[in-house]
Each structure stands twice: as C-alpha cells, then as structure tokens.
C-alpha cells in the first residue's frame, strides 16, 4: 500500500535530495508549483532557476512563435522543455555532473473574472534517472475544476508537485505514477491526457496510461491516435465535425469496417458538415471493457492493436450516457457530432430512457442528448431468426414514445445509415470470437484481411499460439 504524502512532504523530500536539480519555467498561473519548493526550504539544493515569461512578445523571443497563435499548447509546452533543458546542459552539466537535471515546465490558462475560461493547461517534466543519462519525458493535460482562481493557481501547484514527486519516486509503476497525481487534489481537476517517453519507458505502450487515467477516474475520457500515442482533442478536434462509432471491437469484423466506413461517407456527405474539417473515432467503454469482469489489460491491448491497425483513433471512457460524451467534447467547440448506434442498441437506449423517465421527465432526458448539434446514425440490423432488416423506420419503440420518436425522425435527428453493405450482416464478434479461439476455421472471412494477419501474427484474443507455429 502506497503511503500517501502531503504537498510539502513531497516537496522538501526532493529538496532534500543532493542528486536532483532543475529549473522551473511557470506560464500562466502565477510560479505555483516553484514556490512549494521554496517554501519548504533547502530549495538551493533543488532550484536552479525560476522564471515566468508573461509577456507574449518576451515570451516568443525566448521560445519562438506558435503557429496556431495559442500559448496554452502542447506545442508550446515542448517549446518551454527544449529551450530550459539546452540550458541547463550547457551551463551545469560539467559544474554538476552527479546530478540528475530536470526542467519543469507549465502553460496555463486559469478561470478568468467572467468565466468565459473555464480553466485547463499543459504541464511537462523532463528528466534524468542516471547522470548524464538521456532524458525522459512526461507530458500532461488537465481541466480544472474549481471555480475560482485561486484555488486554480493552488491546485496547479499541488499537481505540480506531485508530478515531480511521481517521476521521481515511482517511476517503476507507471500505473501508480498516475494515481498519485491526484494526491490532495480529487473532485478539483482531470486529468485527460499523459504520455511518458524516454529510454527508460521503452518498454512502455503509452496505450495503458489512456486506460489508466479512465480506470483510475482521473478523468472521463483518453484518447489514442493511430501510432498508438496518446493525443488531446484540443490539438485537433477544435471546431471540427465530429463522428464517433461506439463498439465492443473484440474483434473488430467486417461489420464493424463497414459500419465506420458507410457513417463516416454519410456524415461527410451531409450539407452541413465540412468534409474537410471531418474526424471520425471509436470509442470504447470501461464498462464494455469489464463486461466480463475485471478489466483485462491485454484484451484492451488486442482490441487498441486492431484498431490502431485500420487507422482508427481510439476513446476510451466512462461515458455510458452518450450525452456525457457530448459534453466532453462540447469544450471543443465541436460543430456538428454524430453517434454511430447498431439499431437494437437504439432500441436498448431508448427503452431505457422511456421506462426510467415515466414520471414526466422524458422530454428533459431526451433533451439531453438531442441537443443543436447532436445526431444519432442508426447501422441496420436482421431481425434474429429471419432476414427481415430492422432499422430506425421499423424498430419496434415503446407505444408511449412513439409520438417523440417520431419527431426525432423527422427533425433528422435520428437517421438510417446509407450505403451499408446488407450481405455482411449476419457477422457477429462474439461467434467470430469464439472460432478463433477454438481454432475453428472460417473466421478470417468475417474479418478485414490485416485484421486477421494480425491476430495470427500476435496471437490475439487467445488465438491458439501452437496453432500459429503450425502455420508459418
């Protein structure tokens, strides 16, 4: 059991540390995370330098320009790292060469008087492990949660301190490097985006830190891109037009191709969306992760692996609720968002919502998914036993939301999908699953052909490995 520290525990506990040594480089909300250091005392032992460039013009004299103008980037972020950490090899590195360096770094953008800023930002750590060893990297993004400025500008510090402490202390246990960031800050930020590189995580897929930053609840939603890394939607999902596609993808079949390829070409198609601003993503749920109890690692891993192979950028999150979903993303400035919904879950989700709402409140429930900018894309179905298609026209709704549902049909807020390809619809992942594991033959013909190379190669979702040395 992790024995949790105080702040100025953590704080004086590195001061005290002859072997560390950096600078502290703060935008944003005031030189927080420096003055528990400082405050502590034995800080000579620890500090090297402190500054805060406030100043946009001073600011870019030292670290360059941005080229989406923001300040509050990761691109600056990294900017902040590469010029502090050049610094500090230069000047000390032969004047300390027992030290293992770090620079601390921080852009941030606080709640401002008229709220119009709800708070966020990015806080970096590079740093040694051995003297004159290559550097490692962390890299994060949180929201804040307070709602004032000051206890903005404490909980930085905090998460700060934390972060230096964590790289420092556990870095053996990325997963334990996560949940102590949290330490005296729950319920006051999230944490939505971390990334770790460097010679000493080389052995570390970056994937797990999305999941451990849900699992954990540090924050509701992670995201990966196709290479596997772990990305923020504020670094390219502003003011875009969104498609998410929600699934089990274990494994990701050919139904699955299809239904992100024939919603995707719809949603792109439509007069309102900006093809060229369009992004799609898949999302996968905890929930969904743990269906069969505990949360299995290389389950998600197979199913990240598959995905990351068709190009797809990953989410993964807590959010059940699509309009939870809907949310997140509405930070964003997200212009139009679709949700890809297989027709019985359509079903499933309205039901739900009708039998949980008959006291009066069903139009406030359906309210908050279907708002402005909101559409539900329905994929067909075969109704089971026969080949009659079920769809959004046909599915068979509660009596007492039919009136509703059908406005929603008409406003458009609900649609059928176009395009889809009918002759693969008696594919299912949980049979294609189960061939596979048995070693039944057949179940390569359901899946993309780089899907089923792939399962084979890694021996995925418990593809018997004996089977795969017989094959190659």
Not at 44 to 72: F, L, N, P, Q
Not at 213 to 225: E, I, N, W
Request: net charge negative; charged share 25%; proline share 3%.
């Amino acid at each position: 059991m992790r024995q949790q520290l105080e702040t100025e525990q953590k704080a004086l506990e590195i001061n005290l540390d002859p072997n560390i040594y950096g600078t502290f480089a703060e935008i944003g909300a005031g030189q927080e995370v420096a003055r528990h250091f400082f405050q502590v005392g034995a800080a000579a032992g620890t500090i090297a330098k402190t500054m805060s460039a406030y100043d946009k013009v001073y600011s870019d004299k030292i670290y360059g320009t941005e080229s989406s103008g923001r300040y509050v980037c990761e691109s600056r972020l990294y900017k902040m790292l590469d010029h502090e950490y050049e610094l500090m090899q230069v000047r000390l590195q032969n004047e300390r060469p027992e030290c293992t360096f770090f620079v601390f770094a921080d852009t941030i953008a606080a709640i401002n008087y008229s709220r119009t800023i709800k708070g966020d930002g990015w806080l970096g750590l590079r740093y040694q492990l051995q003297p004159d060893g290559e550097p490692n990297d962390i890299v994060i993004h949180v929201r804040m949660l307070d709602r004032d400025n000051q206890l903005q500008q404490q909980a930085i510090g905090i998460l700060g301190v934390n972060l230096i402490y964590a790289c420092y202390r556990y870095n053996d246990n990325p997963e334990v490097m996560l949940q102590s960031l949290m330490d005296s800050l729950h319920g006051r930020v999230k944490i939505d985006m971390v990334r770790i590189t460097g010679p000493d995580f080389e052995e570390l897929d970056n994937r797990l830190l999305s999941l451990y930053l849900v699992k954990h609840d540090l924050s509701d939603v992670a995201m990966f891109g196709p290479d596997g890394q772990n990305v923020h939607p504020s670094e390219f999902l502003y003011k875009k037009y969104v498609m998410m596609v929600r699934g089990s993808f274990r494994p990701a079949t050919l139904v699955n191709l299809d239904m992100l390829r024939s919603s995707f070409n719809h949603f792109r198609n439509e007069k309102e969306v900006d093809a060229r601003k369009s992004y799609l993503l898949t999302e996968i749920t905890i929930k969904n992760l743990g269906s069969e109890g505990e949360l299995d690692e290389k389950d998600f891993l197979d199913r990240a692996e598959l995905l990351n192979e068709l190009g797809q950028t990953v989410v993964i999150s807590n959010c059940d609720e699509y309009s939870k979903m809907s949310r997140y993303l509405s930070d964003f400035k997200v212009q139009k968002l679709g949700f890809v919904i297989g027709v019985r879950e359509l079903l499933e989700l309205i039901s739900e919502k009708f039998y949980q709402n008959m006291d009066g409140q069903l139009l406030s429930a359906f309210g908050e998914l279907f708002t402005r900018n909101v559409k539900l894309y329905v994929y067909p179905a075969l109704q089971e036993g026969s080949e009659e298609l079920i769809n959004a026209e046909n599915v068979p709704v509660p009596e007492g939301v039919k009136f509703l549902y059908r406005h929603l049909l008409d406003s458009g807020q609900i649609v059928d999908i176009d395009g889809y390809n009918p002759d693969i619809l008696h594919i299912f992942s949980k049979e294609v699953l189960k061939m596979l594991r048995s070693g039944e033959s057949g179940w390569e013909a359901m899946v993309p052909t780089k899907v089923a190379a792939l399962i084979k190669q890694k021996c995925l979702f418990g593809y018997p490995s004996e089977r795969m040395e017989f094959e190659y």
